[in-house]
């Protein structure tokens, strides 16, 4: 009885202190960020959109950022204190529900409370993040951003230079809040321009706020004070009185009744659905019928080995992707939770989000699983590609996807707690939002493709070409099996060319060792498609070509890592000599030697300025460090 007792006089006591506390630090004051400088912002602005959810998260997380560089400039801390934490969502709660009434930031946007405290790869002071970034970088933005931002030109090239310190910052951020791409703008606002975060024109430049959220309504803040006193006061009167009643029960000796196990379990999977709502909403099989009007054929918006997937409308108009699994079973039901919570877990720019599942057994449709994500605009890159979606993207565009999706995957396999090998990677798994944003769907899903299917599925022409050969061979599985795929997926998006470009007599030819065999005559840039709108500098394209020939290698230790994969990319980092292929197995034995004897190098989009095209060297570079390092990791993982 005793245990029980204490445990009921500690929920009082911190009860009582976190109503005080909350009254105390309800006031702006408490939290040192000061939201205030926001507000004077949005107010400036005249035209006042209404805008979706997806968008207001958006500008939730700008405005927070420039809030965030007001507070480095005076500080030299990004970050305030975690113990401020959740006193700073508070304000901003609070300054949020003066324009948009209703809208929760935390659960509406993903956010956990402790992010707003946390960057990535533990940088938190003005120091920390000089010490990791080139002085010259560090003139070089002073110099490019120090004025006023308010028009074009101006803006750009203080992007520009910012976006040469994303090559300092490779490391795996903390959920979609801060992560390592918001460093260099929150710190050009804060230190290199004059005018600071709050100037019109630096908001509009480096934190895209050029129009605010929502309309109307103000002045609540008072209202909130009150209803947290009222609250508060009646949750401490409830739990007096439960503590009351008790010792009462206790005395006229009725105590015995109560199960001390019972109430214990029941206030742990209380707790459990607590953090589990914060992270993961648990929908009934009712909303998700609401939401995709019972299945509706008109909202299928993709089918797979797994089942169907429906568009579907949220209260609130949110909208969503549904994914539902056929074949369902309760028994794995514990299991399938225990993953979704786990994948839930893993955010990250590039990666879709989930949003919540639903488990369910009804009378007329059996076992249902259902898992809930975030609907992408622009609909998958195979869509683009190859699909209905006929306009050629962009060089920058082509771009934007391959770093963002390598960034995407390194972050699974790296990043991750614990780290997840993807095993599914191909055009129709990338997805792509309004800005063309690339995000990588279905991780760790696919272990619950019904039983066979993955083996079906690597017969199957249309994902046979994305499988690396050691895995489709002996079922070898490792992360460079993902890499493999990264690489396929990337010719095929330098190219316009499918992971199988035809059938030659029932053989098919796969467009890596297409590829790898012009890359061989010195001819990479002749892999790309024709007529790519607005191309980039030929060695940064022969560069992106180089990567994909690489990580596509037949050899598993040939392959780089993610991580290597996203500094090749996105940095000044060269790619490393490309060992020799064996023979292919499927290729055509004329076809090789006819190309290699033909040997021409012309790269025909090469331009006068110095640009020279890739020559293969054939000796294979053992001692080349980043194939031994590749193969002793590889050997060490055996
Ligand atoms: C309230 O803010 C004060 C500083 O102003 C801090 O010392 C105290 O711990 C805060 N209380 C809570 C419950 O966060
Ligand atoms: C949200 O609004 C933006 C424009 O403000 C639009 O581009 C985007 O497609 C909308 N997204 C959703 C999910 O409605
Ligand atoms: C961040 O700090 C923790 C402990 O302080 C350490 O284990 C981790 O390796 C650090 N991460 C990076 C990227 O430096
Ligand atoms: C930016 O320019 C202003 C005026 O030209 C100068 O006073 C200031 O020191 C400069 N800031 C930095 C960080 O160099």
């Not at 797979?304 to 992707?321: D, F, M, R, T, W």
């Not at 272990?447 to 061979?473: I, N, Q, W």
């Not at 000599?577 to 290699?596: C, F, H, K, N, Q």
Request: glycine content about 8%; charged content about 20%; proline content about 5%.
């Amino acid at each position: 009885m005793f245990p029980l007792l204490h445990l009921f006089i500690f929920l009082c006591l911190s009860f009582s202190y976190c109503c005080y506390g909350q009254i105390i630090n309800s006031s702006s004051s408490s939290c040192p960020l000061d939201f205030t400088s926001l507000r004077k912002i949005i107010d400036q602005n005249s035209k006042r959109p209404t805008l979706n959810s997806t968008a207001q998260c958006q500008y939730i997380r700008q405005g927070l950022r420039l809030v965030q560089s007001e507070y480095l400039r005076r500080t030299n801390s990004f970050f305030p204190p975690m113990s401020s934490a959740d006193s700073c969502w508070n304000s901003y709660q609070s300054l949020v529900n003066d324009y948009v009434q209703n809208f929760d930031i935390r659960s509406s946007c993903g956010f956990q409370t402790a992010w707003i405290s946390q960057g990535c790869m533990n940088i938190t002071t003005r120091f920390e993040f000089e010490s990791k970034v080139s002085p010259a970088a560090i003139t070089n933005i002073v110099s490019s951003c120090n004025q006023s931002l308010e028009n074009n030109s101006p803006c750009a090239t203080c992007t520009t230079s910012l976006s040469g310190l994303a090559s300092f910052l490779p490391g795996p951020s903390v959920g979609n809040l801060f992560d390592c791409a918001a460093y260099p703008s929150v710190y050009a606002a804060a230190f290199a321009n004059q005018f600071g975060p709050t100037d019109k024109g630096t908001a509009k430049c480096l934190f895209l706020l050029d129009v605010s959220v929502g309309s109307s309504g103000k002045g609540k803040k008072s209202v909130v004070v009150i209803v947290v006193v009222v609250v508060c006061v009646v949750v401490f009167a409830v739990v007096v009185f439960g503590y009351w009643f008790m010792w009462r029960k206790r005395k006229i000796g009725l105590a015995k009744k109560w199960n001390t196990k019972r109430l214990e379990s029941n206030l742990s999977s209380r707790l459990d659905s607590i953090s589990g709502s914060t992270t993961l909403i648990r929908y009934s099989f009712d909303e998700i019928k609401a939401a995709t009007k019972n299945f509706s054929r008109l909202n299928i918006v993709g089918t797979g080995g797994y089942g169907n997937v429906y568009k579907g409308v949220l209260p609130g108009g949110i909208e969503v992707a549904l994914k539902r699994f056929k074949n369902c079973s309760v028994a794995g039901d514990a299991n399938f939770t225990h993953e979704v919570e786990v994948i839930a877990s893993v955010r990250h720019v590039n990666l879709v989000a989930l949003r919540g599942y639903c488990t369910a057994t009804t009378p007329f449709e059996g076992h249902q699983r259902i898992i809930v994500c975030d609907l992408m605009k622009n609909g998958s890159l195979h869509d683009h590609l190859f699909g209905t979606r006929h306009e050629k993207l962009s060089w920058g565009i082509r771009q934007k996807v391959a770093i963002g999706t390598a960034r995407g995957l390194a972050y699974l396999h790296y990043g991750a707690q614990p780290g997840i090998i993807h095993r599914d990677i191909k055009a129709s798994n990338i997805l792509l939002d309004e800005s063309f944003e690339p995000k990588v769907a279905d991780f760790g899903l696919a272990k619950f493709t019904p039983e066979g299917m993955t083996h079906l599925s690597t017969r199957v022409a249309g994902t046979m070409g994305y499988v690396a050969p050691e895995y489709a061979l002996y079922g070898q599985l490792t992360e460079r099996s993902d890499v493999y795929s990264f690489g396929v997926v990337l010719l095929e998006l330098l190219s316009g060319k499918k992971a199988i470009m035809e059938f030659k007599d029932g053989q098919p030819t796969l467009v890596t060792d297409w590829a790898w065999s012009l890359v061989r005559e010195g001819r990479a840039l002749d892999v790309l498609e024709d007529s790519i709108p607005h191309l980039g500098p030929p060695e940064v394209m022969e560069k992106y070509v180089l990567v994909a020939v690489l990580c596509s290698h037949p050899e598993l230790y040939a392959r780089p890592t993610m991580d290597q994969v996203v500094n090749m990319l996105d940095a000044e980092i060269p790619v490393p000599t490309i060992p020799e292929r064996p023979i292919s197995l499927i290729a055509d034995l004329d076809d090789i030697e006819r190309s290699v004897s033909s040997g021409g190098n012309s790269g025909n989009l090469s331009t006068a300025a110095g640009y020279q095209p890739y020559i293969f060297e054939r000796e294979t570079p053992l001692a080349d460090s980043d194939s031994v390092r590749a193969r002793t990791l590889d050997q060490r993982s055996r």
